[in-house]
């Protein structure tokens, strides 16, 4: 699963004064090759063969088209100026929401670039895969049955759209409840999951939301992401489990605060932590702190990708991405992640 700077095996990182932040970070495996460039490829996945130096997904370009067809600008994928730097931008909406890829800077075999739409403070998770996102895009148009789009909608995606999803299949489900047809049919989100905590606790059933909440966090079902435990804790603080919602909080804050889904410091507030998570990294990423980890046995390599991905949380703090990423893009390098390295510091 992928966390932070990289991809989790089971390590992680070690822990100072601090014993309960025990942080992220297996060691990842290298980059792909780059690509050869085609003439006929459209933009998008171009800059992920070569820049991006990784497989792009098979349906981007149905993806792209239906976010035009939906009144959103296409972005050019190196448009990169002032977001974090593992972000591939794809479209922008009117109301100015940007819509990304997320290229983890190591990933396990077979794992998929999510859809991200981008935030000051980093990224929210809107799809773990294309195909889901998709999937989801259509099915909530039909339920809104837009008469006058949604023909256009379909037509953009053509047949690649028709293998995920049927137009007409939403109506002819048993249950109308869009949110529920989509967890289980589609796929987790976590804004409709988020949406039936809420519901439950609207109804004054604590309990479900609560047990909603604890599914959530499940590790396997949004790897490397630290929002479902914000969530928790701003749960459990409304119904008066201040000391479950520090601890949920605290569980937050030690995967990728870019994945909280707000400010660091909103986190933190819960945790009844000031900044001590912030002098911690510091310390981890100075010249003793890495010195430390050499005479503790970690790799070279490992203390790299561990400093990018503190330094990726210290920028999401103030969003300092720009000046971060030469800094975060040679942590790359003195792991050996050439390609990764070269796509952080791409601009265009």
């Not at 009117?94 to 077979?110: H, I, K, V, Y």
């Not at 047809?181 to 589609?186: A, D, F, I």
């Not at 310390?283 to 005479?295: A, R, T």
């Amino acid at each position: 699963m992928k966390i932070g700077g990289g991809v989790v095996n089971g390590a992680s990182r070690v822990t100072g004064g601090l014993s309960t932040l025990l942080y992220r970070h297996g060691r990842g495996i290298s980059s792909l090759s780059a690509f050869s460039s085609s003439s006929s490829s459209p933009e998008h996945i171009s800059f992920i063969k070569n820049v991006a130096a990784t497989q792009p997904p098979q349906h981007l370009s149905h993806l792209l088209r239906l976010l035009k067809a939906r009144g959103q600008s296409i972005v050019s994928p190196g448009a990169k100026q002032g977001l974090i730097p593992l972000a591939i931008p794809l479209a922008k909406s009117s109301s100015g929401a940007l819509t990304a890829l997320l290229r983890w800077p190591t990933a396990l075999p077979g794992m998929e670039m999510p859809v991200v739409e981008i935030r000051k403070h980093g990224v929210w998770l809107l799809a773990k895969n294309v195909d889901q996102f998709i999937h989801r895009i259509l099915v909530e148009e039909d339920a809104n049955n837009c008469l006058d789009g949604i023909d256009k909608i379909f037509r953009a995606v053509g047949e690649a759209g028709e293998k995920l999803y049927k137009k007409g299949d939403f109506i002819k489900w048993k249950n109308s409840d869009i949110d529920v047809y989509l967890l289980r049919q589609v796929g987790l989100f976590p804004d409709v999951i988020e949406r039936k905590m809420m519901h439950h606790f609207a109804k004054g059933d604590h309990v479900a939301a609560l047990v909603t909440g604890e599914f959530y966090t499940k590790k396997e079902h949004f790897p490397g992401f630290a929002r479902p435990f914000v969530f928790n804790a701003e749960l459990l603080l409304k119904v008066g489990r201040n000391l479950e919602a520090k601890d949920a909080a605290r569980g937050a804050l030690k995967l990728p605060w870019w994945t909280l889904g707000c400010s660091y410091r909103e986190v933190a507030q819960i945790a009844q932590w000031e900044n001590e998570p912030i002098d911690y990294i510091k310390q981890k990423v100075s010249e003793k702190g890495k010195q430390e980890d050499l005479n503790r046995g970690k790799g070279p390599d490992q203390i790299a990708l561990d400093e990018a991905a503190f330094l990726l949380d210290l920028a999401s703090v103030e969003c300092t991405w720009d000046e971060s990423v030469e800094q975060i893009a040679e942590c790359y390098k003195e792991a050996g992640l050439h390609d990764v390295a070269a796509f952080v510091l791409y601009r265009d």
